[in-house]
């Protein structure tokens, strides 16, 4: 892959004091195949990937497409490839990477729109498809009058940690199953899937079972892990799976039971 | 829209450190398939007659089988100890708002182990 013009900050910052980036460069317009452009960036001590990439884009080239928002690790919009590691890039210390070189890449996976922007539509699309809000059965809703669901902390213990999914996407693209089949339902969607599944207050988990538990869903992963690995609020959506492959599991032997009769 | 696909390599699994030991995770399960396949040829000579179970054996002896079940017994105790290692994550109990340590899960996975191993060697040489 071409290089392209190395460009170099003249403002009084020595080189020593500056960091490479080498940034995917892609332009649909223009290019068949993507290109990496380098940058030099000043380095400063509490400077993060994507404080270097904004200089990038408000100082050397303006060019530069790329998504973010709140920089502090809440919004979930900044996941790129950092030297080949899914990362938020507002929490990735250029101090961090002692190389003197970071390469920057659009989340691996997804298709590529522009530069480090990728197309999220399927993401969101198998997102809707898991139902990730509280069901209730046809008569099971409660009247207003007859006050708010209860749940106790124990109840919400069960599940609360998978609550805490932003949806940046690095799980999808640590998971080597996605990369190779992109019809795998895939980590975040069933790890919220399961949030609500494990929520006392619900009672959908039959409808999101099609999903779940089909061709595409739980069954295609192979506990590979590296989602749980990268997902930067612990979420742990490779236990998340796991767990709703012992559940499901279950129902199969319930049904031998119980000789598939409808409860 | 136009878009670009970055293609996988099929040495994905050679790049990252955590992909090449899960593949060979994976792999492990044949060690453990073809283990079962020689107990099922084991349990089938000692059916047959005593000599092809004495000639059996013997074969058991050479320097060739025991290199190969050195070979099996890494592979299989690879397989035992990751899926060990991982079970916490599919055993999520809780007392209470507490969940129990993943530790404590995987170290009474290990007692039970341990435990099964001693009965059968009970059985093979104490019984």
Known sequence: ?????????????????????????????????????????????????????????????????????????????????VNGEPKLTCSAFLRDYSSGKIRVEPLQGFPVLRDLVFQMDDFINKLTEVKPYILRN??????????????????????????????????????????????????????????YNMDSRDQGRKQRQEVIAGHEGIWQCTFVGECSVVCPKNVDPAAAIQRAKVSSTMDFFKGIITLGSKE | ?????????????????????????????????????????????????????????????????????????????????????????????HIGEEKIPDGLIAVSIYIGWLAVSLIILWIIFGG
């Open chain 1, 1 to 81: 892959m071409a290089s392209g013009r190395t460009y170099i900050w003249k403002r009084g910052i020595s080189v020593s004091e500056s960091i490479e980036l080498e940034i995917f460069r892609y332009c649909p317009e223009k290019d068949a195949e993507p290109l990496f452009k380098s940058y030099q960036v000043p380095f400063r001590e509490d400077w993060v990937v994507l404080d270097a990439i904004n200089y990038i884009k408000d100082e050397l080239d303006g060019t530069l497409s790329y998504r973010w928002s709140c920089r502090m690790g809440v919004c979930g919009s900044c996941g790129m490839m």
């Open chain 1, 138 to 195: 046809e008569n099971g809703e409660k009247q207003v009058e007859e006050g708010e669901y209860l749940q106790s902390p124990a109840q919400l213990a069960k599940y609360k940690q998978y609550t805490l999914c932003i949806n940046c996407m690095l799980c999808y693209s640590a998971c080597p199953i996605y990369a190779l089949d992109s019809e795998f339902v895939g980590p975040a969607a069933i790890a919220l899937a399961q949030r």
């Open chain 2, 1 to 93: 829209m136009k878009t670009y696909q970055i293609p996988v390599s099929n040495t994905w699994w050679l790049k990252k450190k955590s992909y090449f030991f899960f593949v060979i995770r994976e792999m492990t399960s044949l060690f453990v398939a073809g283990y079962c396949l020689f107990l099922l040829v084991f349990i089938s000579k000692a059916a047959e007659s005593q000599q092809a179970y004495t000639e059996l054996l013997v074969s058991l002896k050479s320097p060739v089988s025991i290199l190969l079940h050195l070979i099996f017994l890494a592979f299989i105790l690879y397989h035992a100890i990751t899926w060990f290692n991982l079970t916490p994550k599919i055993m999520v109990l």
